[in-house]
């Protein structure tokens, strides 16, 4: 199956944490680890347990992104991923970014041109993609 979603990473469940109606999953993705917040009746329909093979979709207009590497304290989204900006594409208003972790693994996110200037986003660049638990969709093969 083909989606229309940019960000598609292969990696490991390495932790899954129950709740009453929703539950956290954790994706090892080598030198990083992404969480969605997702229902227990999709944790189990998926078969999520550590050690199982996932795949974390993000839509690129889901990823904000913050300058440097530095983890923002006090934010209440989960997934705060580090790297370089290996992409810039302008459009009329809106530009798509995408970073590349250490891992490998590349994230891209839609937003503002005056967003990407502001943010001083350019090729080269250090970053952090910031993404919310309950933006990541999890995928099994």
């Known amino acids: 199956m083909?989606?229309?979603?940019r960000n598609?990473?292969?990696?490991?469940?390495?932790?899954v944490t129950d709740g009453a109606v929703n539950g956290v999953v954790a994706i090892d993705l080598g030198?990083?680890?992404?969480?969605?917040?997702?229902t227990m009746e999709a944790?189990?329909?998926?078969?999520?347990?550590e050690g199982v093979d996932a795949v974390a979709v993000i839509k690129a207009s889901?990823?904000?992104?913050?300058?440097?590497?530095?983890?923002?304290?006090?934010?209440?989204?989960?997934?705060?991923l580090a790297g370089k900006v290996v992409s810039v594409k302008k459009g009329a208003?809106?530009?798509?970014v995408a970073l590349e972790l250490a891992d490998g693994n590349r994230i891209?996110?839609?937003?503002?041109?005056e967003?990407?200037?502001?943010?001083?986003?350019?090729?080269?660049?250090?970053?952090?993609?910031v993404v919310k638990s309950t933006d990541v969709i999890v995928g099994v093969e």
């Open 93 to 96: 208003v809106n530009g798509h």
């Open 108 to 113: 891209m996110g839609s937003i503002t041109n």
């Open 115 to 129: 967003a990407i200037e502001d943010l001083g986003l350019a090729e080269g660049a250090e970053a952090l993609a």
């Open 8 to 15: 598609q990473l292969k990696g490991t469940v390495s932790s």
């Open 31 to 38: 030198d990083a680890t992404i969480k969605a917040d997702i």
């Open 2 to 5: 083909k989606i229309s979603a």
């Open 43 to 49: 944790i189990k329909d998926l078969g999520l347990k």
């Open 62 to 80: 889901n990823v904000m992104f913050a300058a440097g590497t530095e983890r923002i304290k006090g934010l209440s989204a989960r997934n705060q």
